[in-house]
């Protein structure tokens, strides 16, 4: 690790333990992180920055239990399987913890290109595209008029729907290492379609993740697609 990498995950780690003390004393803190009152204090205050193996605990570790917590309180799953997680998608600061950790937790290629499917997953994909410093992407069900090439992925649905995402070819350059993201995985359908069309753009898949799965399905469907990690933060039960 670099000097520039160990000030950027001493950063990431203040971050969020300020979102943890929003809603707890700095016992109840050291509690969760098992560190000291006193060292959080100092931390939370901006007096000092948490040495590099305390910053990726934090990060790794407490802030992805903490946040996945954070995440099933803001969403809300109704009795016919509908996901309402409008709180979570609409928060850029909430997304823009979630990035940090999300690239500690799983075993990502750093991408060139961050990409989703318009438009739930824009925030995610921003969030994520800043942290790492990537250009983000947005697949659509609709061409834009004034673009003139196109990366296209089609599938029939089991409904007897047939779903279409676009991509301006130009999004994507051969070679260029591609992270599918989305708010939600449930089927899988539209991950599927995301790493056919980075497939086509001849570009290599660094990884794919989803804020939320909900069940397995999309998660192994995904899994079935590619040989890149594949995660979600939380995970909901249908």
Do not use: W
Not at 52 to 72: I, K, Q
Not at 159 to 177: C, F, W
Not at 220 to 231: I, L, M, Q, W
Request: net charge negative; aromatic share 6%; glycine share 6%.
């Amino acid at each position: 690790m670099n000097r520039a990498e160990k000030a950027s995950l001493q950063l990431q780690a203040v971050s969020v333990l300020r979102m943890l003390k929003e809603t707890r004393t700095y016992d109840e803190l050291a509690a969760v992180t098992g560190l000291p009152a006193g060292d959080l204090n100092r931390y939370v205050n901006g007096h000092v920055l948490p040495s590099a193996d305390r910053a990726e605990t934090v990060v790794s570790g407490v802030g992805r239990e903490e946040l996945a917590e954070e995440l099933h309180a803001r969403t809300r799953l109704d009795a016919d399987g509908y996901v309402d997680n409008s709180a979570v998608v609409f928060d850029q600061s909430f997304l823009d913890l979630v990035a940090p950790v999300a690239a500690e937790s799983f075993d990502f290629d750093r991408p060139d290109v961050v990409l989703t499917a318009a438009t739930d997953g824009i925030t995610l994909a921003s969030a994520m595209a800043s942290y790492f410093g990537a250009r983000s992407a947005y697949a659509k069900k609709s061409k834009e008029t004034a673009v003139e090439e196109f990366i296209e992925s089609r599938q029939r649905l089991a409904s007897g729907i047939e779903l279409t995402y676009y991509l301006p070819a130009s999004a994507i350059d051969p070679g260029e290492t591609v992270l599918v993201v989305d708010d939600l995985v449930r089927s899988g359908e539209t991950q599927e379609l995301l790493l056919d069309i980075a497939e086509r753009a001849d570009a290599d898949v660094g990884g794919v993740f989803a804020l939320i799965a909900v069940g397995e399905e999309g998660i192994e469907r995904a899994k079935s697609c590619t040989d890149a990690p594949v995660g979600a933060l939380t995970t909901f039960a249908e």
